[in-house]
């Protein structure tokens, strides 16, 4: 079985920085893409972002572009997400997933272990 533990999260003022790190066991981690996935309260699971096997395709998701940044550090096992300009629609919990392949995805149905998220509150 694959872990995947996120943390980084917490409570933050608009304009505040964060970076989620999101560490992982159970498989050759360099071998696999991963991502990033968000859900806020009533609406649904968005795309955030994914990176691949090796760091070299990176993709964002179409509702924060310019903001977040994936990346990945295969030596600790570990991805990142750098959230920057946070704005109050951040606010939402953020799951790290492991991909079946080594190609970069935004289809949730291409991820075979999650982890259990971690809560970003952005608040005034």
């Known amino acids: 079985q694959v872990q995947l533990v996120e943390s980084g999260g917490g409570s933050v003022q608009p304009g505040v920085s964060l970076r989620l790190s999101c560490a992982a066991s159970?498989?050759?981690?360099?071998?696999?893409?991963m991502g990033w996935f968000r859900q806020a309260p009533g609406k649904a699971r968005e795309f955030v972002g994914s990176?691949?096997?090796?760091?070299?395709?990176?993709y964002n998701g179409l509702f924060a572009p310019g903001r977040f940044t994936i990346s990945r550090d295969n030596a600790k096992n570990t991805v990142y997400l750098q959230m920057n300009s946070h704005v109050l629609e951040d606010t939402a919990v953020y799951y790290c997933?492991?991909?079946?392949?080594?190609?970069?995805?935004?289809?949730?149905?291409?991820?075979?272990?999650w982890g259990q998220g971690t809560q970003v509150t952005v608040s005034s």
């Open positions: 990176i691949d096997w090796m760091g070299g395709t990176i």
């Open positions: 159970g498989r050759s981690f360099s071998d696999y893409a």
């Open positions: 997933a492991s991909a079946k392949a080594t190609w970069a995805t935004p289809r949730s149905g291409d991820y075979d272990y």
